[in-house]
């Protein structure tokens, strides 16, 4: 996953256990670096017959960054428990790779013209998220022009 995040303009926040949290300036670096690290995971998982499944979710929106006492950056905002939120979103029974994103993404015009050319397919779907209330969601996958392997 970091050579995904790293190669789509991402830096990692930092990590917990098996989540990690990452920043992107631009709302369709972060879609490309999560479908992206998310087929190469599955394709190693299949290659080694291990049955494991990624959830991912992204929202955008301003942070209020520090630092602790041992360097390390951290995030705090209303944002960070809404993006946290999104991965329980992901249909773990869907055969096709996906991402759930916010209205907020969805709506953002390079997200668009991704998905104008045929680089992202969405669903949208609605859902309470736990300490955040109603949303309007969508399910993003690859589309036919994304550039994934085979």
Request: hydrophobic content about 35%; overall charge negative; charged content about 25%.
């Given at each position: 996953?970091?050579?995904?995040?790293?190669?789509?303009?991402?830096?990692i926040?930092?990590?917990?256990?098996?989540?990690?949290?990452?920043?992107?300036?631009?709302?369709?670096?972060?879609?490309?670096?999560?479908?992206e690290?998310?087929?190469?995971?599955?394709?190693?998982?299949?290659?080694?017959k291990?049955?494991?499944?990624?959830?991912?979710?992204?929202?955008?929106?301003?942070?209020?960054?520090?630092?602790?006492?041992?360097?390390?950056l951290?995030?705090?905002?209303?944002?960070?428990?809404e993006?946290?939120?999104?991965?329980?979103?992901?249909?773990?029974?869907?055969?096709?790779?996906?991402?759930?994103?916010?209205?907020?993404?969805?709506?953002?015009r390079?997200?668009?013209?991704?998905?104008?050319?045929?680089?992202?397919?969405?669903k949208?779907?609605?859902?309470?998220?736990?300490?955040?209330?109603?949303?309007?969601?969508?399910r993003?996958?690859?589309?036919?022009?994304?550039?994934?392997?085979?």
């Open positions: 996953m970091d050579h995904s995040i790293e190669k789509h303009n991402g830096t926040l930092k990590t917990n256990g098996d989540a990690v949290e990452a920043l992107f300036r631009r709302k369709g670096d972060g879609v490309r670096a999560m479908l690290a998310q087929s190469e995971f599955h394709a190693y998982c299949e290659r080694k291990i049955d494991l499944k990624v959830r991912l979710g992204m929202h955008y929106g301003s942070l209020l960054l520090t630092t602790s006492i041992i360097g390390q951290d995030a705090f905002n209303p944002i960070v428990n993006a946290a939120r999104l991965e329980s979103q992901t249909d773990v029974n869907d055969r096709h790779d996906h991402v759930i994103v916010t209205e907020v993404v969805e709506s953002d390079r997200f668009r013209e991704m998905r104008e050319r045929g680089e992202i397919t969405t949208q779907f609605q859902s309470t998220l736990k300490g955040v209330g109603d949303r309007t969601l969508y993003v996958y690859a589309g036919p022009s994304f550039g994934l392997p085979s």
